[in-house]
């Protein structure tokens, strides 16, 4: 298990925008301070508004900013923005129908595991991120 290049880009991203929270931040600025490559940048950006994380303005003045403060955005917000909806194993989709579903072995562990995931997604915020990276001393997220 492993985090997708497009999540570690989205945290990233959000954490550096959570520096200012109000403040607007460029395409550019953000591709060169998290050495994001701006096209694969700009389709995190578009799923991030989409889902309401991320403001976007156009014009001189324009950018993007977050919707909300940096204590109201989970780590499971992101995700599913990202990744969409957190499953362990395809079977556990709801939607899917599994014929080993009441005799499958593995379902209760994965259940575990997702249930122990998602909790920790859940607590997470994008300031626990913050208040992580001030008591290393980072002055950015790398």
């Known amino acids: 298990m492993q985090v997708t290049k497009s999540l570690d880009y989205a945290v990233r991203s959000l954490t550096f925008m959570g520096n200012e929270p109000m403040g607007m931040h460029s395409m550019r600025e953000i591709s060169e301070h998290q050495h994001i490559p701006v096209n694969y940048l700009a389709k995190i950006m578009r ?6 994380l991320v403001r976007s303005m156009v014009g001189p003045e324009g950018g993007y900013s977050l919707r909300k403060t940096p204590g109201e955005i989970s780590l499971r917000d992101i995700y599913e923005a990202i990744e969409g909806e957190i499953r362990m194993v395809d ?16 379902l209760p562990v994965w259940d575990r595991i997702q249930i122990s995931m998602i909790k920790i997604l859940e607590e997470t915020t994008l300031q626990d991120m913050l208040i992580e990276k001030e008591s ?3 002055s950015e997220v790398n």
């Not at 799923?47 to 309401?52: A, D, E, P, S, T």
């Not at 709801?94 to 080993?100: Q, S």
């Open 47 to 52: 799923k991030l508004v989409k889902k309401g």
């Open 91 to 106: 079977c556990m989709d709801k939607d899917t129908i599994c014929f080993l579903h009441d005799t499958c072995p593995q």
């Open 136 to 138: 290393q001393g980072l």
